[in-house]
């Protein structure tokens, strides 16, 4: 398994932007597809983005296409989410994931996960 550690999540206004960075222990960080999660209080943990092992094909949950961007930098062992024209409804703690499907990409496909970063969104 892979170790993941997540920074860059705090406190923005509506409209602003932050990045979120995600390090990875480990030799094998360019076999796994990465991915970012969230979860609201009260809510299940929801897909937001995902990578595949070269970086070079992404997927988007509908609800940040556009304003969400995922990328990787295998030499670095590193997955950043650039995120603009945040929300108040897109605050909520965001988990860095590993996993090895990029066809399936519920939390369920993805067996090693960070810690968390929050995010809050201020209106």
């Known amino acids: 398994q892979v170790q993941l550690v997540e920074s860059g999540g705090g406190l923005v206004q509506a409209g602003g932007s932050l990045r979120l960075s995600c390090t990875a222990s480990?030799?094998?960080?360019?076999?796994?597809?990465m991915g970012w999660f969230r979860q609201a209080p009260g809510k299940e943990r929801e897909f937001v983005a995902a990578?595949?092992?070269?970086?070079?094909?992404?997927r988007y949950a509908d609800s940040v296409k556009g304003r969400f961007t995922i990328s990787r930098d295998n030499a670095k062992n590193m997955v950043y989410l650039r995120m603009n024209s945040l929300k108040p409804e897109d605050t909520a703690v965001y988990f860095c994931a590993a996993g090895t499907t990029y066809w399936t990409i519920g939390p369920a496909d993805f067996g090693s996960w960070g810690q968390g970063t929050q995010v809050t969104v201020s209106s």
């Open positions: 480990g030799r094998t960080f360019r076999n796994y597809v």
């Open positions: 990578i595949n092992w070269s970086g070079d094909s992404t």
